[in-house]
């Protein structure tokens, strides 16, 4: 990492250099100081905003966030510096050089990132973690950690408490299926993460886990390089949103309102009906070919519309291209029993009612397209929680409800992360984290993975 960002700095300050004195010559000290001084303050910037701990590399937008302020920082940096000792640096240089640095130091983490990722998920470079806790969330969490092995984390154990009751030997017996193995009990967390040589614990809530615990924990694990990792109870809540705070000398977890109304939300459906608008435009020829193709493949309409359930439990007319037979909701009781989708859905990767065409259309997620017309008239957002069928809403619970209190989107975080492939209790866990945590950066993360979600065609039928 530390020598891709050199060369992204060293090769962007060169060439702003190169292209900005093309037809003059420079002055020795001018020179020095684009050349050297310049590379030498933005990589020490890079170190200053810890751009380089592993805490916040290889995951999430943190990464990328602290290489965009070590770069404003280094252009605030040199713009002060050249005015207090009125150094003649060139304006031009400075102004290309660092943007350019910038975008290639973040493409070059992007590369590197997915070489690990891919590394991670051929068993490399993982961390090995003990997971300690109440049975039910230590089982959900060996679950996440197993299907999200790009995280670089790997189960040695888990440590639990005493059985209790036949609902905690069936999570057990579901631990061992997943060839996780019970290392011992809660006291014994500690003893075994030394013993084991793991690199982290993980420490769920649980009613036997107090601060006096805890301090313990930490204490013991000095001895080594182990990680200490605390889940705090309310769960999904990330980023801004979370801030420790001292009240009457505790340091207490201070969880912010989620943004889901007021001028934010006005900004979104403005860049998202923009966004819906261009591409519309942009798309106009590809729309055409395909409804061509829907018409000429089998009878019928081209789009399918349907009602879906969106902002607040509004119903609206949910397009797409048309991508079965014009009976297919006729025929579907009669492939009720053979769904391979979750308790709520019905799903078949081979599923006898799609078209030639329409194969094609789902495996690219281009039968979506058409709600970028739902985008533009408001109904829709680019981002957001999967639009729900009104049966689906029926069964509900109070927090899968909260799915309403945004409008659903083009795509989200149940599109990057397997779609028909998920079970009904992840696909919730997904929209409940997107509604508790939306940001802009958030969306356009999940816009950047969605197209690879697409290339790959994961869950995709």
């Known amino acids: 990492m530390v020598l891709a960002d050199l060369v992204a700095i060293l090769a962007s300050t060169i060439f702003a250099f190169a292209l900005r004195f093309a037809s003059e010559e420079a002055h020795a000290f001018e020179s020095f100081v684009m050349l050297a ?41 040199v713009g002060a510096t050249s005015w207090a000792f009125q150094l003649d640096i060139a304006r031009g240089y400075v102004l290309f050089a660092i943007p350019l640095g910038t975008v290639l130091v973040i ?3 992007y590369v590197l990132r997915r070489r690990l990722h891919a590394q991670r998920e051929q068993g ?47 999570e057990e017996r579901a631990l061992a299926a997943l060839g996780v193995p019970v290392l011992g009990d809660l006291d014994d967390v500690a003893r075994i993460s030394l013993e084991h040589g793991v690199d982290a614990v993980a420490i769920l809530p649980t009613a036997d886990v107090d601060g006096a615990f805890l301090r313990r924990l930490g204490w013991a694990l000095e001895e080594s390089h182990t990680q200490l990792y605390v889940a705090p109870a309310v769960t999904e809540v990330v980023g801004p949103r979370v801030a420790i705070r001292p009240v009457c000398g505790l340091p207490l977890l201070h969880l912010e309102r989620p943004e889901l109304t007021g001028f934010r939300r006005l900004l979104k459906g403005t860049v998202d009906r923009t966004a819906a608008a261009a591409g519309i435009l942009v798309l106009a020829p590809v729309l055409i070919g395909i409804a061509v193709a829907v018409k000429l493949d089998s009878r019928g309409p081209v789009f399918f519309r349907q009602e879906r359930v969106g902002l607040e439990g509004r119903t609206f007319s949910m397009l797409k291209f048309r991508s079965m037979v014009v009976d297919a909701e006729a025929r579907l009781r009669e492939l009720a029993t053979a769904s391979e989708g979750n308790a709520v859905l019905f799903k078949m990767k081979h599923d006898p009612r799609v078209t030639r065409v329409g194969r094609v259309l789902r495996r690219l997620s281009l039968d979506e397209l058409p709600q ?89 039928y």
């Open 37 to 77: 001084i310049v590379p030498v303050a933005w990589f020490a910037a890079l170190f200053v905003h810890r751009a380089y701990e592993a805490r916040f590399m290889a995951l999430g937008s943190e990464e990328f966030d602290r290489v965009l302020r070590a770069s404003i920082f280094t252009l605030a940096l």
């Open 107 to 109: 493409v070059l983490r």
């Open 124 to 170: 490399l470079h993982m961390q090995s973690v003990i997971v300690a806790g109440h049975r039910e969330g230590v089982l959900a969490m060996v679950r996440q950690i197993s299907r999200a092995k790009y995280h670089g984390m790997e189960v040695a154990g888990v440590c639990l408490p005493p059985l209790r009751g036949a609902r905690e030997a069936m």
């Open 372 to 460: 970028l017309f739902n985008v533009l008239v408001g109904q829709m957002s680019l981002v957001g929680p999967r639009p729900p069928l009104a049966r689906e809403v029926a069964v509900y619970g109070d927090d899968a409800r909260r799915r309403l209190m945004v409008k659903p989107g083009l795509t989200g975080l149940w599109q990057i992360n397997g779609r028909s492939d998920l079970d009904w209790d992840e696909s919730v866990r997904l929209d409940l984290r997107y509604v508790e945590n939306w940001s802009f950066m958030f969306d356009f993360m999940i816009l950047w993975k969605t197209f690879g979600a697409v290339v790959r065609s994961r869950g995709a």
